[in-house]
């Protein structure tokens, strides 16, 4: 019996320690959960996100109906794209001038096509530029004729009977759109007043020389 009694005990511990898990074990929760849909303007702290397909604008873009600005003459420095009868005549040109002798000139203008000097044309060469210079002797003209032909220039007509490589290039540009360097070069040969003279027009009226591709020189003039 007594055995029996401890037999009984022990089952009823085995029964506790088997039970006591189950007993401590906490029952499930659920926890409820909830969507939240955001609006496209929320995003991104109140800044629109872009979206496939949209455009953004450009500040640096023509509007509408605007003229495109009008393309400006290529101005060149560079001597060395100049055609080598071009080249060949503007050295002829300068080293005669620097002489400060008019009539070494002359052998250049009867063996380079006799360009027009002036307006007009008319009369001797040599005697224009006496008659145009303020000393008398022509070293004046000879001065100018240098100083245009050592600025920049501009090759126009290009492909036409009147192509041409002229000098300065002042001649084919507006001068109202000419930058503060570019008007320190005009007044290597002008005065300021003759550049505001020029202004309401747009358009340089000082002495230029026209070179075509071949050598043949076309003038020297203003157009005064």
């Known amino acids: 019996m007594f055995t ?3 037999g009984l005990i022990v089952g009823l511990m085995l029964l506790a320690l088997v039970a006591a898990p189950a007993l401590g074990a906490a029952k499930p929760h659920a926890v409820e ?3 939240i849909t955001v609006a496209p303007d929320q ?3 109140g ?3 872009d979206t496939p397909g949209s455009t953004t604008p450009n500040p640096g873009a023509a509007a509408p109906g605007d003229k495109a600005p009008a393309e400006l003459p290529a101005v060149e420095y560079d001597l060395s794209k100049l055609p080598k009868p071009v080249a060949r005549l503007r050295e002829q040109i300068i080293a005669a001038a620097a002489t400060g002798d008019p009539e070494k000139l002359r052998v250049v203008i009867e063996g380079s096509g006799n360009p027009q000097f002036g307006p007009d044309g008319s009369g001797d ?3 224009y530029l006496k008659l145009q210079s303020g000393d008398g002797e022509g070293r004046e003209m000879l001065a100018i004729l240098t100083e245009v032909l050592e600025a920049g220039y501009v090759h ?3 492909g036409t009977p009147e192509e041409m490589y002229v000098w300065p290039y002042f001649a084919r540009y507006p001068v ?4 503060p360097p570019q008007l320190v070069q005009l007044f290597k040969l002008v005065y300021a007043g003759d550049y505001e003279d020029m202004l309401p027009d747009g358009v340089y009226t000082y002495f230029r020389v026209g070179i075509a591709p071949d050598g043949t020189w076309k003038y020297f003039t203003d157009d005064d």
């Open 4 to 6: 029996s009694f401890r």
């Open 33 to 35: 959960t909830q969507t």
């Open 43 to 45: 995003a991104g702290d």
């Open 47 to 49: 800044d629109s996100a």
């Open 125 to 127: 060469a040599i005697g």
């Open 156 to 158: 126009v007509d290009i």
């Open 176 to 179: 109202d759109k000419l930058t």
